[in-house]
């Protein structure tokens, strides 16, 4: 069989694969024909090792068993659809361990799919798990793409787990031996084990380098001491020794730095002097401020310090929580609402009252705890977030509460303190609490009863002091009556309900577009015309401000002259679009005649009720709420008329 056969027989495959899919796979293929000397139509028993060498593997693995095993459990209940399995492997291919539905279990077992099982190239020729190995990014092998014909119905899609070195230690791979499986159905799945794959990288990352200082580093203030935030492990010399996917590549394009001094311009002891400055709280993080990157640009870091040099750069004793009252702190937001919210809740949590904050998905509920932690704590305390929703199991456990030295396999050797630790003298803000696991609800609830963090392998109990905000855009109580909620923590942590409004009902669209575009404009200001404005505010909004960010930074690539018309919008708001364009020759004197036809008719409806507004907005079926934002927007009170 030649190259050239090799690459024609799989082609009518991949018809609807992309080009990057298209070359994995050919080149896959050719490395099983010439490098393995694999035949196609081979038809032969997969190699499993014994039971006591997968043992031996396991144990060798250390922290990656030990991190992954509730995982690929977690990861299991995520996919929700039948036929499918989870599996992880060593740094080998060698399955370590797997999960799939009792009834399953044969089909796999038949394909080769178990512990034990060795799923390289050179083994099983092109594959989910080790065409994954070679490629070192997430990938699909779709049935006939797989070189061996007898894997032909398995759908494979995986991705890799990068230890601190930025080699590949493991595979995290999802299986199907479903027959209806189509490629783009993949797509989901695929997302979804890039992100388990990422999270269990960064546990390993934390783990491994626990005894060295954590810079994390990312171009937005708020994502920084979060999951989405880039890690690199220094020592205190300056010199690095480990970093995560995303920092490796900050570093590449930094002209692969090897110390910190090159891609930040400062030693590890002016870094740490000036960070500690800008926030001397004992909790192990130091405040966020922006960095200039070699080769330009800035960024925003914080650094994370290991017990040693705590001690040696910040040896008094950690103070209590005060009180300040707010000190002129306010919020960029002109949203009538949006502003009350604010004001409650700063004054709610300068007194320790607990808040509970409601509000569909991107509509901002983290960027209001952080103005309102700001304004009743103060910048320089610690603000502490974590999305219940984006870790599994064990690592919400992990961050929440840290572990003792020697609690477990492959446990730090200093320990670890926990995120809880790390927000005393500050505030802890839980982001979608409802997907939190029932049995860490009932270890968060004693820690909010007794004021005190118990770390995993330990007996000893720590006190902290902080406060809470918790978010979540799902019911707690409908939550409560499923039996995936407790009862007794909802009431804790109900103090004071702040419901966000979604960006389609708020007044300041106007306002927030124009911040926006001034923080995205590279080469001078950039604005919205009329028929973009119009678009904007006649859609619905669905992803919410996440999906304003979106739609601007795309349009603003595509500006001229400092303008954004309604061709430079994303095509996916076609329907909207194209109204617009149809109805912008009618335009006069700067004002869109469907703005004005529905201020006129809100204004007539407000009138004919004799301005009570209750009756009104019963009539167009609408909330108080609503019609309030609406009179705001349009900016219609008694004296319009």
Partial sequence: MSGSHVGGRIEAALQLSGVAQNRAVLESWQRCHDQFGLVHETARRPEIISESQTRQRRDRSGRLFHHAHEMVRTLYRKI??????????????????SVAAHSMLPSFRTNGLLPGAIWSEEREGTNGIGTCLVEGRPIT??????????????????APVFDPDGKVCSVLDISAVRNDIRREDCLRVRSLVADYADALERILFFDECANDIIVHLHPD????????????????????????ALARRLLSASGGAQNIQSLLGADMDSLMARMLAAN??????????????????????????????????????????????????????????????????????????????????????????????????????PFVAIN???????????????????????????????????????????????????????????????RCVEPLGSTKSVPVNFRLICASNVDLAHAVANGKFLEDLLYRIKGARLALP??????????????LLAGFAKNGPVRCDDGVMDVLHRHNWPGNVRELVNVLQYACVFAENGIIKVSHLPDDLNGLIKNAEATAPAQTNGHNPLWQAERDALGKALNDQCWHVS?????????????????????IGRQNE
């Fill in 221 to 244: 203030a708020e994502h920084v001491g979060t999951a989405r935030d880039a890690l690199i492990a220094v020592r205190p010399d300056g010199a690095i020794t480990g970093s995560t």
């Fill in 280 to 381: 001397p709280v004992a909790t192990g993080n130091t405040g966020t401020q922006a960095v200039p990157i070699g080769g330009g640009g800035v960024m925003f870091g914080q650094l994370t310090l290991p017990e040693k040099q705590r001690r040696r750069f910040y040896t008094a004793k950690p103070q209590p929580v005060q009180r300040p009252a707010n000190d002129g702190h306010d919020i960029p937001d002109q949203d009538g609402v949006l502003r009350r919210l604010f004001q409650v809740g700063s004054k709610l949590l300068a007194n320790d009252i607990h808040l509970l904050m409601s509000g569909e998905t991107g509509s901002g509920k983290e960027h209001l705890a952080r103005a309102i932690h700001n304004s009743a704590m103060g910048a320089g305390k």
């Fill in 388 to 450: 219940c929703a984006a870790l599994p199991e064990s690592l919400i456990e992990s961050e929440l509460f840290g572990h003792a030295s020697g609690a477990f396999t492959g446990a730090a050797r200093d320990g670890f303190g926990g995120r809880i630790k790390q927000a005393d003298g500050g505030t802890l803000f839980l982001d979608e609490i409802g997907d939190m696991p029932v049995g860490i609800q009932g270890r968060l609830l004693r820690v909010l009863e007794q």
């Fill in 615 to 635: 009756k009104t907005a019963k009539m167009l079926g609408i909330s108080r709420n609503t019609l309030y934002r609406k009179m705001e927007k349009y900016g």
């Fill in 141 to 158: 092998i779709h049935k006939d793409e797989h070189f061996l014909t007898q894997h032909a119905g398995l759908t494979c899609t995986a």
């Fill in 502 to 515: 979604p960006l389609r009902e708020r007044a300041d669209m106007a306002d927030l577009v124009a911040r």
């Fill in 80 to 97: 929700d659809t039948a036929g499918y399995a989870v599996f992880l492997t060593d740094r080998d291919g060698v399955i370590l361990d």
